[in-house]
């Protein structure tokens, strides 16, 4: 099959036209990419066929007058079939101050070796 | 009234206001900065999702990280700072200015500074200033409050959304809301191109299947008590196609069409605000025609990235250093707007030193050059692998470049997109 | 057992208000019932908000006395109830020969009317009363009485003055049904709220026809006339310095251009006859209509200014006066109905006039000792020197926190807002302005609900922008499932 998919590693956004052999088990040497003005290209086509990820960004309860939410992230990029599952997690947490941005809120999500972090610092 | 007297005074505790303020304290100024909010950060503060300070930090932060860091950079400054205060105007005496402004803790606070940096950052544009007929019912935001209210308040505005505009904070708007469980019905966009950067067309609508129809306009509004659906209609070369229109049943609907530098002190002052930017017109130090008053960050005009606020607001903050030092940059001659710029800024150059320009395209186009001339003769031509609207450009003159031209009163510098 | 009144009225607007208020300075016990969850939300919150000059329509009109009588009456009224007022005076500009005829009618209406200053202008004087007219301008008139009130406000003050001296307000109080049985009529609201009143007066606007249709008084249409107005950024250039008018047609005043007393301007309206009596939709040809009629007028009008756009609702009748009789199928049931323009001026005079009727047909009068009047002036922050400001904050500190910063609304107001009974979004924008200007509640809408949460304990969920099911949100994080869609 072909799935035509926009290019994010520079601003020109090159469209590539990715080919693969869909069989349940791709292989890299499998995938055929086309219109990709550099070799950027080539990386990131395989890597969205292969195993897309993305860096999760959400919120936490927080126990404080000042906020209801406090932010947090994942410290690298989750596969993307994993994100709601985390965000139910991470929607259940409720968190007390005093809270430092980099605290870990929730450890090795899934054995991915990912944490999510606490992006914003509050003292009460 | 309580009287205070300091060399400078910033208007806005955002990413421009804090930048400007460690630039200046850094060199033994004395700087305070009025914040009206209780927290410094601004509107990072709300953007809690990622891609801020590749350029600055040379790492992905989100919002609160990017602001954090320069909360703790200012905080190990002698820098005063007022929280919950608002400036309500700026008395401009000459050798010094009088900047009132009010708290409930300090009551009505007289300063008395010798410069005013103008950082108080943009607002959004609203149904008002985009004319969407139809009836006026509840659950029509901008794009801005619903993101207050999802990531600080933990509200959530609806649960069938429809986004008009397709500006950043429209895109990672939809994947907020698509992330907390809400249904995002499509995204309408006016223009025959996204408004916003690539990746968040990409990270924020593909990713979620949603919709998004170029060259098409929310023609209609309908909902007595709370919004209950939208028309969209296609532009066909400019004009609507009534024919072809189709309806959307939603609950609310998300206003993302711009942003508007927020200028009521400003114009106050008697500052003259430039019809291309909404922002104050500038010299090449920032500073506006009322002497001693510096304008950065997205008050002077709308940026795309935070790291380049910092950045201008770094210069800008260098400017006032050499103001207060008596050491400000001599002789200023004019900058235009030449083919295929919407705008530049500043709109004055001088020869004594380097210039900076930011310059947003009217055009989408891959290798663009980039032509810069000077009464008429090109100094400078300078490849452009793509340009495009939401994509400021960056131009940096060397004073060399400048010194011996023959510099006189009437002198232009043109900065232009070839097609 | 319901609770029963000597009078009640129905509907708060500004008639309603107005009669409310009159009836207070008398030993009665008076009700006000209001379908909407605040005064002032029906006809009376979306007009021009003009104290018209007496010129208009001659003097066999009851309306044109009215008019006259209820413009005299502001003055006053604006010392007792601290409403926003200003007697900017009224111009109405001609571009032909044939336009300056219609205009010498006008004149001959305002000197047989008995309006103070009334004059014909020349194209000079025209240009020097108001410079930002069109140079092509004929000729005109000068109304120098006519002015200009925020009409929400004056709802709002007539409705505090009432209740200061003893009427009682039921918001929420859709009427189903009105009967009379031994001298007292029941009246019954829609969620089963029961009240008996000796007297009824019909003040309900758009809907007086089916008011009366329900108490089984009188039939007749009220026929609604829609007009949709822009307003302008307080920054405009089109601010003009008095009222500008038109040479009014057959069925319209015409589409103006009006400096509102806050400092914004406000350009139409359309008239345009419907069906639909809740139709508040509006249009992009108005839109043109109102533009290009406008800068007719006043050609620094500009489209780029606009910060919104509304509809308001004129009831109207044929023949065009107003209605306001004793009704001759019901005992003691007062029809006020057909209150269109002039009505916002005339409205004092409506007060008194409606008074005169219950008089004259037995109600007995007694004035009240201890009536009082005036209302508390709420300090306005936007209007208050730095000196002032300094003082209220150290006064009450919640003047220290600007809540709206387009409008300089602080928290101090908002909670006088809420204290007074206005607490849905749109009832704190009409007393507060907060919300009005140019970012429209872009910064503030967060904060304002949070202010009505802890001052009236109510959680976010129960705010709503004017009642009914214009809830602002309903969900938070965590009661959706995420991941459904994709």
Redesign the interface.
Known sequence: MTREI?C?S????CHLSVSYRDNGNVQEKDIQIENNKCSRGLIYGKEEILSPK??????C?IDSI????I?V?TTGALL?NS??PL??DL??IKLMPPVS?GDIVLENFMNSGINVIA???LSR | MKKIEREVLIIGGGSAGMAAAAEIAEKGHSVVIVERESTMGGILNQCIHNGFGLHRFKEELTGPEYAERYVNIINELPIDQYTGMTVTEIDDQKDFKLVYAFSSHEGMVEFKVKAVVLAMGCRERNRGNIGTPGSRPSGVFTAGLAQRLVNIDGLIPGKKCVIVGSGDIGLIMARRLSWVGADVQAVVEIQPYPAGLTRNIVQCLNDFNIPLHLSHIVSKIYGKDRVEGVDITPLIDGIEAPVQTFHIDCDTLLLSVGLVPDNEVSKKAGVIISNQTSGPAVDGNLMTNVEGIFACGNVLHVHDLVDFVTEESIRCGSYVNSYLEGKTKGSQYSVMAGANVRYITPNKFTSDSDNKFYLRSMIVKNQAELVVSLDGREIIRKKQKHVQPSEMISCEIKADLLKSTGLNEKSRLEIGLKS | MPETYDVTVIGAGVTGAAIARKLSSYKLKTVVVEKECDVSFGVSKANSGIIHGGFHHDFSALKSRLEIRGNILFDQLKEELHFPFKRCGIVVAAFSSDEMRTVEKLYENGIQNGAVGIELCNHDRMLYLEPKLNKDVVGGLFAPGGGIVEPYRLVFSLMESAKKNGVELLTKFKVKSGTLKNDLYTIEAEDGRNIQSRWVINAAGLYCDEISCIFGAEEYTINVRKGEEFLLDKNATAYTSRVVFPVPSKDSKGMLVIPTVEGTTMVGPTATIIDNKEDYSTTKENFKKIFSSARRLVPVVSERDITTSFTGMRPTLEGDDFYIEMSKKKDRFIQVAGIQSPGLTASPAIAEYVKDIMKRNGLELIEKPDYDPNIDKVPRFRNSSKEEIDKLIEENPAYGEIICRCENITEAEIIASIREGHDSLDGIKFYTRARMGRCQGGFCTYKIMKIVCRETGCSMNDITKRGGESWIVNKKIGDFTTGSKS
């Open positions: 926009i994010i520079c601003p020109i956004g993305r860096v999760v960004t959400a919120t309860a000042h906020m209801a939410r932010p992230k993307k994100i709601y965000l139910e929607y259940k941005a992006t914003r610092s």
